[in-house]
């Protein structure tokens, strides 16, 4: 049996003292305390601001100043390898087979019936819930599941077990500490099980089967318990997904925003009198109103559920005290909560880039040896110590952004002649067979970028984080900050392999895909890149359409296909350059999580600054885990465009 990690008091303090807090500052700015009170726990008590935009949101709202009490469950979330594998399965199973009943949720074992509380007693539910995991000890060594599977039913069932009965007991210890604050929760009392498919046609039956059947049930697994909660609402209706933006042209219509989600009574859409359009209430604004049924489509129920705490209940990765979620950070859910560091560390702080929540022991530093500058990356002699890393790196400032989409025609004379208008304009461009207007779509970085890439790479040598193989995105601003961080690191012969699966989720790219300079054309710039290397994917493979989930699932696959090259050729670090998304989209499900919804992954990357760093290290399992970056984060103030002639002005 593995130990427990004992809550540290000033930790849950805290976070009582911050939830605390806020509400005083909600009242304070003059939003009533049952809205104040409700909007937290929403939101997840993720904070002040989150709170108050959450009241703005709901002012029209019918049900806001109602009393009405959320819903709450507590599930035990697979994450690591198994959690993969059964998100690909619940990928596979909806795109040969159709939506099942398992769509409606994520990957999970229901714990106890949904249970009421009144907004206002929030905190002393998580209070209960934290104080019974920590006084519960040790978790048990392994959850046993197997397969069962019906005519009309296909899951894996716990066996009874120790950690049968030791989920059961902490169900029980809830459950009475629960009673006392005056909420009734009622534990699981049949066999616990994780449904996979069910509701399906009874011809699906085989290949639903045969898909469930692929799932490693020994794999490795780190064991979660959640506790969600949801609007009343939600439970007794349909969800969809909007798709698209539109602005209404009549009162009775809603205006749709793209990852909202509508509301509809479930087990039919309400048409309105026009054919096509339907009745349903908006979750980001509770408002009813009409919409086109085009503009949406169904999803599941969690994607509006808030995440407000997640303990590890497994041997892989102690029992830790509740810490309260993020702002946007949801995993089959609106919001997902911060994983809880180990008690070993005992240096934290809050990451610059957004993505970290523990740092590492002090000591991780000297677990690195200098390479030689000049590395190979065909074979690789690793000359370090300890497990592998994957340094992800956003690129570098952007010209189109520092200047504006109207540098292209500041910059370039009706020859098509580059001028540099300003310091921070680049020295040079790369000629292009398209001409300066690939630029549009392809932007280069700036001087400052240049810096920054440059420092970066200087940390990585200072700080001796040896590089043995350097992937990038196809784009010009990530090739070139990868090239500025290689001349950081005192990196000569070292070859930047580009790889098209790398660049940033498409449904960004609002004119399509760009026409990426060629390798060839890259190295004949003067950047170090490698002409010789053949890509895993090729952007002809990529769908310009594709959705978040598809994003994300490109991004892993890609990961794991380079982190597997990378064992055969012997092993050693690997630096993405990429985009803000690349940071988690690259790291997300090989650390165990989900794919985030877009207004997560939108909300996440306006976070990310220009070079922000995330690192992953590699366990002896062949796990992997965020870890706190080797160096700080890159920071400076900005630096607005300057006039001369404002001098000869007159007061």
Known sequence: MAAVAAARPRNRASTIKQANDALGVLVEMGFPRNRAEKALA???????????????????????????????VLYAFPGGALGSQLEDLWADSLAQCGRNGAHKSFPHITLCQFFNCADSKLPQLLRGVASSVTAMGDTPEKYNLKFYS??????????????????????????????????????????????????????????????????????????????????????TSEVYRVLYSLN????????????????????????????????????MTGVTGVFPGNYVEKCAETDCWTNHRTWRISREQAAG?????????????????REVPGEGDKKNYESPEGLLDSGRDSHGYAQIQKRKAGGSQTKVAV?????????????????????????LQYSFDKDNSYHRRNLNMPKTVPIRKGGPAEFKGDTPITEMGIVQARLTGEALSEQAVPIHFIYSSPALRCVQTADAILKGMGETKMKIRIEQGLFEWLAWCRDGIPAFMTPEELAASGLQV??????????????????????????????????????????????????????????????????????????????????????????????????????????????????????????
């Open 150 to 235: 019906s005519g009309s039913y296909i899951g894996l069932f716990l066996e009874d077990q120790p950690a049968t009965k030791w989920l059961k007991n902490i169900l029980q210890k809830i459950a009475t500490e629960l009673a006392k604050i005056g909420v009734q929760m009622e534990p699981h009392k049949k066999q616990l099980h994780m449904t996979l498919a069910y509701q399906f046609h009874a011809d699906q039956q085989k290949t639903l089967e045969a898909l469930c059947r692929k799932v490693d049930v020994q794999a490795p697994v780190k064991w979660e318990l959640r506790l969600y909660s949801r609007d009343p609402r939600v439970g």
């Open 530 to 651: 490698d002409t010789s290397y053949k890509g895993f994917m090729h952007i002809g493979q990529l769908n310009p359409k594709e959705k978040p989930e598809d994003y994300f699932r490109r991004s892993h696959k890609l990961t794991m296909h380079l982190m597997a090259e990378g064992k055969k050729a012997g092993g050693g670090n690997t630096l993405f350059v990429g985009h803000a998304g690349t940071l988690d989209a690259c790291s997300r499900q090989l650390t165990g999580a989900t794919p985030r919804t877009a207004q997560e992954l939108t909300s996440l990357v306006q976070k990310v600054p220009y070079c922000g760093v995330a690192t992953m290290e590699e366990d002896d399992t062949g796990s992997w885990s965020l870890i706190c970056p080797h160096f700080p984060t890159l920071t400076h103030a900005p630096n607005p465009r300057y006039d001369w002639r404002t001098l000869r002005q007159q007061q």
């Open 321 to 337: 005290p509740e810490v309260p979620p993020t702002v946007g950070r949801r995993e089959g859910s609106r919001f997902k909560s």
């Open 42 to 72: 929403a939101t997840g008590e993720q904070g002040v601001q989150a709170a108050a935009d959450w009241i703005l949101a709901h002012v029209f709202d019918p049900d806001l100043d109602k009393p009405i009490a959320r819903e709450y």
């Open 383 to 407: 000359d370090r110590l300890g497990p592998r890393l994957v340094v992800m790196v956003r690129h570098a400032e952007r010209v189109d952004i520092t200047f504006g989409h109207q540098w």
């Open 248 to 283: 209404p042209r009549n009162d009775d219509e809603l205006e749709l925003n793209e990852d909202d989600f509508m509301l509809l009574p479930a087990g039919e859409k309400a048409s309105a009198e026009s054919e096509g359009w339907y009745v349903g209430t908006s979750f």
